[in-house]
């Protein structure tokens, strides 16, 4: 796979039917090693000046979407769980004058990071602000946008500390 800004390691897997959109403003996607990307992802680069960067060993299971707002950076051998969606923008939503798609985005609140050897469950939306610690496991269904510790399980809407790993 050979598209302008994009780094794809050549040990990566990427399914056939995963899309990857590149930008036209120079944003990069960066695909480490032996990293797994699988059927109907989406990557795109949309919505912000960051880049997105997924580390070597990564699994990122079907119908993932990631979209590069302020930035995603992924670590080494995290896993993804099916449906889950990083989104590290927001839209600025300050004048009742002008509809919302005409307001553009709000500041950024330091995009998505994802240390290495953290479990994210299916279904989980990640915002702006999202910064997990090494070790982390974020349960099923989850939102988050703000820091979770290593080695802590996280869970919920909005999602709260349950309990440390053993």
Request: aromatic letters at 8%.
């Amino acid at each position: 796979m050979n598209l302008p800004n994009c780094e794809i390691s050549p040990d990566a897997t990427i399914s056939d039917d995963a899309r990857i959109r590149y930008s036209v403003r120079g944003t990069k996607i960066i695909i480490g090693a032996h990293t797994q990307v699988d059927d109907f992802v989406v990557i795109r680069a949309i919505g912000g000046d960051g880049d997105i960067k997924i580390g070597e060993y990564c699994r990122i299971n079907p119908n993932c979407v990631f979209y590069s707002g302020s930035g995603i950076n992924i670590g080494n051998h995290v896993l993804i769980a099916p449906a889950t969606v990083i989104a590290p923008s927001n839209h600025s939503i300050d004048r009742r004058d002008l509809f919302i798609d005409q307001q553009g985005f709000s500041r950024s609140k330091g995009g998505v990071v994802i240390e290495d050897d953290v479990w994210i469950g299916a279904n989980c939306v990640l915002l702006d602000g999202t910064y997990i610690e090494r070790g982390a496991v974020l349960a099923a269904g989850s939102v988050l946008n703000t820091r979770i510790a290593a080695y802590t399980i996280w869970g919920g809407v909005p999602a709260k500390f349950i309990k440390e790993r053993d």
